[in-house]
């Protein structure tokens, strides 16, 4: 018995060890990125349902796969998050974005909107209304054209400090979405009082769409409710033609999903979606 207890142990030691060992050339990783310029952004079509015209891109960070496994935000955000490097990594996302875009729009492309996500993290640790002030001086990035999306569960923790926030990261003129609705506890005095423009429906809705009956309720009482408080309503992770008519049908305003395409690099952007310059 004591052997096996022993035994035990040691494997179980080796298990913590083996995730300790990942984890820190996980860190290692991310940190060289950070300082070689290993991240890269990729944009994703954000498409009218009402035309079929392309408004703009939500971009989406990635780590370049430079001798190491794929790894994706899902993974390395929640790390960064943890060690504090995402304040860095936002700082680069952002100011990467709005040097694309003014390049961009320099070069005749038009489009309406560049998105990009905010960590309630960043957000925590704080500075991202200054940062963020700065960026757009120094690329001169139109402000009404850079949207800034915050999960819904990172407003909600912090209360009556969030309306303030919101309120300063609106008067930079920009535009604010609230990420991942429907899936964390939003209160719905408070959804009236943020300065938002728009609401995204999580994909976990979309998926099982048209079929399930309580998703396309769900969905069909989001679009209402958005279209109530004047928003502008999107739904994410939009993979099948019929789930295009479904939210068409119901006065849906953007969608964005693999039915159009998935995350590109930004010449493929370019190439295939934005409109020429020339045009
Ligand atoms: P998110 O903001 O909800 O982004 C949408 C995710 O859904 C993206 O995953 C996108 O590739 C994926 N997606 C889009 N359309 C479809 C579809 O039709 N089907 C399926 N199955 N998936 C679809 P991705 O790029 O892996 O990003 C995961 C999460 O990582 C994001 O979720 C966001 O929370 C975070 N993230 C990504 N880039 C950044 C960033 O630059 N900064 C911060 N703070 N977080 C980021
Ligand atoms: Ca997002
Ligand atoms: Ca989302
Ligand atoms: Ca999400």
Known sequence: AKRD???IFRYYSEDLTRAANTRLALESRLRRALDEGG???HYQPLVCLR???ILGAEALVRLAVT???PVGPGEFIPVMEDNGMIVELGRWVQREVCRQGKAWLDAGYQFDLLAVNLSPEEVRRGGVVEQLRDVLAETGFPPERFEIEITESGLMQRGEDAVEFMHQLKS???RLAIDDFGTGYSSLSYLKRFPVNKLK????FIMALPQDQSDAQLTTTIIELARNLGLRVLAEGVETAEQQRFLAARGCDVYQGYLCSPPVPPERFEQAFLASPRA
Request: glycine share 22%; hydrophobic share 25%; charged share 25%.
């Open 172 to 174: 930079l003129g920009i």
């Open 201 to 204: 429906i999580d994909r976990s």
């Open 51 to 53: 035309t079929g015209r």
């Open 5 to 7: 207890g022993r035994s």
């Open 39 to 41: 991240f890269r952004m």
């Open 67 to 69: 001798n190491g496994p």
